[in-house]
């Protein structure tokens, strides 16, 4: 039987930048934890640097998809984007629909009334995918 990581790691992939949220699987409270911006060197070596501090044994990736659930060029990049990430990281991928986390993560933070950034609203929608992902994924704790 694998071992069960002990926590889980989300991205909300973009052409600029990548939100990046994390839980643990002992107390399933996902969390964001840092925006990504997208150079010309990637961002595998900072999440490489997550992965170990985190103690990251999954990566959960947001899916986008069209508004009718078709396939878009940025469904195609992060597909390739995640093919790049088992190629890099040997890990568990699993896809997870991110359909308006992105807009849900914005009017949270509007709702807050302070002043946030474009990686703000990155790193809640990766919060947002994680969330949806441990939901269904009860199964597997630490």
Excluded: C
């Amino acid at each position: 039987m694998p071992a069960v990581p002990k926590s889980v790691l989300a991205l909300d992939v973009g052409s600029k930048r990548v939100g990046v949220a994390v839980a643990s699987l002992q107390a399933r409270l996902p969390r964001p934890l840092v925006t990504l911006q997208v150079t010309d060197n990637g961002v595998l070596p900072a999440l490489e640097d997550l992965i170990k501090s985190e103690d990251v044994g999954r990566l959960v990736v947001g899916l986008p998809r069209g508004m009718e659930g078709q396939s878009t060029a940025q469904t195609e990049s992060t597909l390739e984007f995640s093919k790049a990430l088992q190629q890099h990281f040997n890990l568990p991928i699993d896809m997870q629909d991110e359909a308006l986390t992105s807009i849900r993560a914005e009017e949270e933070l509007r709702k807050r009334g302070k002043p946030y950034k474009p990686g703000d609203i990155d790193a809640l929608a990766a919060t947002y995918i994680l969330e949806d992902w441990l939901l269904t994924h009860k199964e597997l704790t630490s």
